[in-house]
């Protein structure tokens, strides 16, 4: 159901950029509903994209078990909902990436506990 408002909004957005210590980024991981949304990071945007495999993303999804056995050279990248194939040596900003933007990754043959998407 679609709604109209009856009057135009008078207020800023309390989530604009400078609101932030830095960009957000929302990240999910495509199969593993053990983490029911996408997490949001606050990430500078000169980290190197290589970076979120090696040093963001074991904090946040490095207790699945499917997390250590991930290819990362197999990885299927998506942005906004679009097949998307980022640069690694580049910045999350030079790939393209800014505030609330979301990224999600599929990890082929890796389907959760025991192929259960959980």
């Known amino acids: 159901m679609s709604v109209t408002a009856l009057y135009p909004y008078e207020f800023e957005a ?3 950029r400078e609101n932030f210590p ?3 980024l929302f990240i999910g991981w495509e199969d593993h509903n053990l983490f029911c949304s996408p997490v949001c990071l606050p990430l500078p945007p000169d980290t190197p994209f ?3 495999a090696t040093a963001v993303l074991p904090g946040v999804y490095g207790a699945h078990p499917d997390f250590q056995r991930i290819d990362w050279s197999a990885v299927e990248w998506f942005k906004s909902g ?6 690694p040596s580049r910045s999350l900003a030079d790939n393209g990436l800014g505030h609330k933007d979301v990224i999600r990754f599929r990890t082929p043959g890796l389907n959760g506990i025991e192929g ?3």
């Open 14 to 16: 309390k989530d604009r």
């Open 22 to 24: 830095a960009p957000l």
């Open 50 to 52: 290589g970076a979120l």
């Open 82 to 87: 679009q097949p998307w194939s980022p640069d």
């Open 116 to 118: 259960s998407s959980s």
